[in-house]
DNA sequence: TTGATATAAATTGGCGCCAATTTAATGGTT
DNA sequence: AACCATTAAATTGGCGCCAATTTATATCAA
């Protein structure tokens, strides 16, 4: 008798399982969202991307597809794909939900801090501090890269993925509702935190990236007015000029 | 001169966006995983399923897709889509991640506990427990229920979305690594839990749901041993066959 | 000019076909 | 009888074509 194979994969002989996350398409759009490239509404048309990309339509729509499943994108039949805009209760939802991963990737990584997990934090703030300051596209990519490097630290692979999720979501967030110019966070926020990372302060890991969370959120434009860019009534009035009447000059 | 549309979608004139989520065939594998009747290792045809839910294989092919992302299914080229089968780092990770989601959302809920959100409590637990005991597959359903429902009423969409996704690969984590005949979870933690929310007892809920999710994890296999169901050496080795010699009886 | 209407262009959506690969079946060999 | 090579069947992967819908352009009336 034969070993009966059922209806499962076969022993580990095969090639191994695809993902998307290591697509040079996907990796390349999210890079490009992650430093602020790519905004919110933006049109992703297929062509266009096969074009750039230099790969068939096929790719590209599934491509798409992914990124729809990631909350990036979002797609609206016969219309094509757009970069995902928050809301703003979903910009306030991904900073709470960041404060409650990231609270336990910190307090998780103190506990469980050893030599080489201290060298990797004190080469990413040496990267950090050192670059090219005026290459603010290597800058938002590095700063992005500071609470992923705490994430993988702390050795949870399923934090890890809602952590990466909840970064570019959050520079979608940022993207949406930044007020024009302002810096995305203050720069010595991360060595603070990686100091008392390396300290073992806990309480004062946790509160300092608690303040972290909270001034990148606050320095958002989450009040009730609606975020539309196209609403250019909103904008206006945001920097304090009333619609006028019909006939006045 | 025209309002230069630019990059942007239209002011919400057209359809509205669409997700894969409430797809039926995709609500229809979900559902299937979290009653156990798909389990992990399963291969998910392409004409299979289309015949069943009686689609187009390009639907199938594009929920495929969607589960690949989800991290449901894992997609092997040229050989198809399996029901995803977690690794043993990968289960510990899944209560790992639970733990601090769950006791979050739990803490939250009874933060701003009101009436219905009282209400929906009582309204759930009088369904799990008044149900029909042996309808084994409603029974599974009901337990996962339990946990999304505390989720929803936490009221933030970022952390509800994970939860959702903990719950299914935990289901996936107890298919794989269960010992077979045991229950998922004792029939009344559900309701101790519930009370202690009930009764504003934070600590005391947070330990309750902690012990819950313990008792989960604790009740699988998740020694070091390979849990590879077409192992029948270890398979029979864990019931106390060892492997006999060529040529034994 | 402004607005609405009709026509044309462009983009997405989906189906069918066929190549590439894997899996099952067949037959011969030790 | 077990094992290996070969052949046949089945499944997935991908490309091209065309219908459906949307978006842009042109035309005309107020």
Chains 1, 2 share one sequence.
């Not at 059922?6 to 996350?21: F, H, L, N, Q, Y």
Request: charged residues 25%.
């Amino acid at each position: 008798m034969k070993p009966a194979r059922k209806d499962r994969e076969t022993d580990a002989a095969g090639t191994e399982p695809r993902t998307m996350d290591d697509d040079p398409v996907v990796q390349g759009i999210l890079k490009a969202i992650s430093q602020k490239r790519l905004k919110p509404g933006t049109k992703l048309g297929e062509d266009a991307l096969a074009q750039v990309f230099e790969t068939t339509r096929i790719h590209i729509r599934q491509v798409l597809a992914h990124l729809v499943s990631r909350h990036i994108v979002t797609h609206f039949p016969n219309r094509g794909a757009f970069i995902y805009r928050p809301t703003v209760q979903e910009a306030r939802d991904i900073f709470a939900a960041r404060r409650v991963l990231e609270t336990t990737t910190v307090a998780t990584v103190i506990d469980k801090l050893d030599a080489d997990m201290r060298r990797k934090l004190k080469q990413h703030i040496s990267r950090e501090t050192g670059h090219d300051r005026n290459d603010r596209w290597a800058s938002l990519a590095l700063t992005a890269d500071f609470h992923i490097l705490i994430a993988e630290l702390a050795g949870n692979s399923v934090l890890l993925d809602f952590a990466k999720e909840l970064m570019l979501r959050t520079s979608l967030a940022i993207a949406t509702f930044e007020v024009p110019g302002s810096p995305d966070c203050s720069p010595d926020a991360h060595p603070v935190i990686t100091d008392m990372i390396l300290a073992g302060d806990k309480a004062g890991a946790l509160a300092a990236m608690n303040r972290h969370l909270d001034e990148i959120e606050h320095r958002l434009h989450l009040g009730a007015t609606a975020p539309d860019p196209d609403d250019i009534v909103a904008i206006f009035q945001d920097i304090g000029i009333a619609p006028a009447r019909r006939g006045v000059a």
